[in-house]
Structures are given as C-alpha cells and as structure tokens.
C-alpha cells in the first residue's frame, strides 16, 4: 500500500527556515515524481515544487523560486523541501503528492496518484 508521510511543520518567524520531509512507503521512489503542495486557509490547494523520476528536473512556483530547494534520496526514499527566508504568505498546509514517471503537467492535482496527510506550517511573528 503506498503511502506518503510529511513532516518538519512548524511556527517559525518570517526569515526563517525549515526543512520538509516527505517519505514514502509501498512503492520505489525513483519511479516517482514527488510534487510539494500547499493549502491556506479558505484557499485552493497550490502546486509549490516537483521534483521529476526520470532526470532529477526541478520545477517551483514563482513566488518561491530562490528560496525553495526541492532534493530526493531514494536511497531514503525521501523527498525534501528545503524553505529558506521564510514569509507569512508561505503559511498553509503542506502536501507530498506522487505522480509515476515523469509529470505531465507538474502544477496539475489531478495528475497525482497518491497523496499524504499534510503537516502545518506556520510563519508569523
């Protein structure tokens, strides 16, 4: 049974970092394209960051390009969302998401198969 489980959610002040930690059970890793999603609060889901099976490709949202680095270690079979300079809009829930292969459309929810439980993160002063 594949499953995904998110960690390292917490209260931070703005300027903070956090690391990200999403590992996967039930299936191989290096297979899968993992995507991190976020949801605020009266808010849709929004894609954040993908990181592709096939070559490692990287993908991430605008608004935190230069901040977010995304890296897996299926020897792991981990994927890592590391947040740096973090703000109050990065606030919400985050998401790991697995799609098999390479994505299609990276940003797309739908294109994920299985999905974890989410874990808080919270940035305020």
């Known amino acids: 049974q594949a499953q995904l489980l998110e960690s390292g959610g917490d209260l931070v002040q703005p300027g903070s970092s956090l690391r990200l930690s999403c590992k996967v059970s039930?299936?191989?890793?290096?297979?899968?394209?993992i995507g991190w999603f976020r949801q605020a609060p009266g808010k849709e889901r929004e894609a954040v960051s993908c990181i592709s099976s096939t070559d490692d490709s990287t993908y991430y949202r605008d608004s935190v390009k230069g901040r977010f680095t995304i890296s897996r270690d299926n020897a792991k079979n981990t994927v890592y969302l590391q947040m740096n300079n973090l703000k109050p809009e990065d606030t919400a829930v985050y998401y790991c998401a697995a799609d098999l292969g390479p994505p299609a459309d990276w940003s797309q929810t739908d294109g994920y198969d299985y999905w974890g439980q989410g874990t808080q993160v919270t940035v305020s002063s």
């Open positions: 039930g299936f191989t890793l290096e297979y899968w394209s």
